[in-house]
């Protein structure tokens, strides 16, 4: 059974009071939940380092689902990495030997050194966070689109 920590239970408290969300916390102490619109997310935290926050949003897209090869893919992924605020794309080879998936990530230090970070500066960033990643995340399908859509049309 995890322990729940007050780092936790704090990014869980928000998670289901300013998004409406039902968040949990798994046996690693990340808090989850699932977004209607994006699928699950979770913010990664540590104890040791609480001033620090990440939110992820993992294996969204893959290179063999959009048509593309890996180094399409990171083409698509390097220019919207380079185009949209706050998110950090990336694309891992998949164990099930997959071309490549895409996650998305927000990093920030959000407090001082050996903080918690406070619940109001959390309530006031989360829905923005969240919505940085779902455009990061729509610009890759829809470049990724385009993209095979120029394939295509150079092919005929």
């Known amino acids: 059974m995890t322990t729940l920590t007050p780092l936790a239970a704090l990014y869980q408290h928000v998670v289901q ?8 916390v798994d046996e690693d102490g990340d808090v989850l939940f699932r977004h209607p619109d994006l699928g699950t997310m979770f913010f990664s935290l540590s104890e040791t380092d609480p001033e620090f926050l990440r939110l992820v949003y993992p294996n969204f897209a893959d290179a063999a689902d959009l048509g593309l090869t890996r180094a399409e893919l990171l083409e698509v992924v390097n220019g919207v990495n380079h185009r949209c605020k706050a998110v950090k794309l990336s694309v891992q080879q998949g164990r099930d030997g997959s071309v490549g998936r895409v996650s998305a990530a927000i990093e920030s230090f959000v407090a001082g050194q050996d903080t918690l970070p406070s619940e109001a500066l959390l309530r006031a960033i989360v829905t923005r966070c969240v919505s940085a990643i779902r455009h990061s995340a729509g610009q890759v399908l ?4 385009v993209l095979k859509q120029d394939d295509a049309d150079r092919a005929n």
């Open 142 to 145: 829809k470049d990724a689109g």
């Open 17 to 24: 009071e300013e998004m409406g969300l039902v968040a949990r």
